[in-house]
């Protein structure tokens, strides 16, 4: 019993360091499309894949130990707000409809794009006004694409420990 427990806590520390480490390796890309606030959401892919290889309540504090880490560690307070705002809805919405039959791919689209909308949410709360919700069609269109690469790479690491876990069993 005690060695199970270590071997979840040892798979919880490396996810969260996984995920944190793939934040700090985002930060570092110059990836702007002249689009403030658009990344690619390369530590999402640890939290999709926790939601498939564990459960959600494995992957609901990943998710959030992560962004609270990122938050202090690359942000600030404000950029907290949002990435707290979004990855939480993002979390929710993609753990019920992890659900249905939607695919891997489908789930994390859907992710990106309620990542998004919880970010613009918070934004027009904290400015005060909902006309920032002009940025909104490009944010769900980075979104989509963003969520589309992360669910693909996601299902290739999702198959390829399944096949792993099952050949050691």
């Known amino acids: 019993m005690k060695n199970d427990k270590a071997k979840k806590a040892a798979l919880y520390g490396m996810m969260v360091a996984l995920a944190f480490t793939f934040s700090y390796l985002e930060s570092l890309i110059p990836f702007n499309f002249g689009i403030p606030g658009v990344k690619l959401g390369l530590a999402n892919l640890v939290v999709v894949t926790a939601l498939y290889i564990m459960d959600w309540r494995a992957a609901l504090p990943i998710a959030v130990i992560r962004i609270v880490l990122a938050g202090f560690t690359f942000g600030n307070t404000y950029s907290l707000m ?85 050949s050691k069993q």
């Open 82 to 166: 949002y990435s707290l705002a979004g990855g939480l809805l993002s979390f929710l919405v993609m753990a019920l409809v992890k659900k249905t039959k939607l695919s891997v791919v489908g789930v994390s689209v859907l992710g990106g794009v309620t990542h998004n909308i919880g970010q613009i949410t918070v934004a027009a709360i904290v400015m005060g006004t909902a006309r920032i919700a002009y940025y909104l069609p490009v944010l769900l269109i980075a979104g989509t694409v963003t969520g589309f690469l992360i669910g693909i790479a996601a299902k290739l690491i999702i198959d390829r420990l399944g096949k792993i876990i099952n």
